[in-house]
């Protein structure tokens, strides 16, 4: 068997139109390197032709694997599934849109050969829609404080083989490589560079207002504890609000003169209080639910046809 330098893994969902520009874009990146590489191709429930396209890719250029799954997963169950075909000695992950350009990939592996073990693509400017820069710029800052990274985390990067052999033994139902990647690693083999984002070309982003949410609150309840510690936080403070309120009306009770009216006090008290544990109860219920779905072994994906 070839020995393979690179894999290109990317997880695809209603790319027909950049399939192939992205395949043709590849080949002379890799030969002016003087490297080989194989293009793994994760069909992750497409409704439009990518998987039609992918099979013409895979029937030209035999570099070209094809994957194509059950229904669709998600890109990070996606990427797991490419993961663990690809048998490149790096691994490079992408976008299907061309907003990752291609041509940027030597400036990822320059940077690893300054010894990094992972390399993050940090974009200049994005081109993406003004809600959807607001929505990354949060949910990235905030991913790259909880996992406890300085740098930009993104979508586009290049892993070495020892850290994706121990990213692919994970089996969660619900994964996240980049936090995987700063569970196995510490910060100082983790790294970036600057490349360039291009506008979309193809088609609209899939990513939705309440898709990016979803995925933020997957990140949040999966992979830290941050909501409990907040749980806690809501039930110690309001626990101090209440000895206050009990120490004005014990000295109102000898001071001043107690009107037995206060309906509307109570109502809303036992309303506001009602939510707060109903909100914790979430909380906790949101937990219980994670456990429950990796107790049931749920797969992280299901592959329908293969192409190698």
């Known amino acids: ?14 790319s027909e139109e950049s399939l192939s520009e992205l395949h043709h874009r590849l080949i002379p990146v890799f030969e002016k390197l003087h490297q080989n590489f194989e293009l793994i191709l994760i069909d992750d429930g497409s409704k439009d032709k990518s998987w039609e396209v992918m099979q013409k890719l895979h029937e030209k250029d035999k ?10 997963f998600g890109q990070n169950n996606a ?6 075909f690809a048998s490149g000695n790096r691994m490079i992950i992408m976008d299907d849109d061309l907003q990752h350009l291609p041509e940027e990939i030597p400036k990822l592996i320059s940077k690893m050969d300054e010894g990094y073990d992972v390399v993050y693509g940090k974009y200049f400017k994005k081109k993406h829609v003004w809600y959807r820069n607001i929505a990354s710029t949060l949910v990235y800052g905030s991913f790259s404080k909880m996992i406890g990274l300085k740098m930009k985390v993104t979508a586009f990067k290049i892993i070495n083989r020892q850290v994706v052999d121990e990213i692919i033994k994970f089996k969660s139902q619900n994964p996240h490589i980049d936090i995987y990647i700063a569970r196995i690693l510490s910060p100082q083999r983790i790294s970036n560079v600057i490349v360039r984002h291009a506008s979309r070309k193809y088609g609209e982003t899939n990513y939705t207002f309440w898709k990016l949410s979803k995925w933020a609150l997957d990140i949040l309840f999966n992979f830290t504890t941050y909501p409990l510690t907040l749980a806690i936080i809501l039930g110690f403070f309001f626990s101090l609000f209440s000895f206050f309120l ?5 000295i109102s009770y000898f001071f ?14 036992v309303t506001f209080f009602s939510g707060i544990i109903l909100f914790v109860m979430g909380i906790i219920g949101r937990y219980i639910g994670s ?11 299901v592959i329908r046809n293969v192409k190698k």
Request: net charge positive.
């Open 256 to 269: 001043t003169d107690i009107h037995v009216s206060g309906f509307t006090t109570l109502i809303l008290a």
């Open 63 to 72: 570099r070209v694997k094809i994957i194509q799954l059950m229904r669709n």
């Open 291 to 301: 456990i429950f779905l990796d107790v049931n072994n749920k797969p992280q994906f």
């Open 1 to 14: 068997m070839t020995n393979i330098d690179y894999s290109v893994v990317v997880p695809v969902y209603n």
């Open 246 to 250: 009990a120490f004005l009306y014990f």
């Open 79 to 84: 990427l797991m599934c490419g993961l663990n």
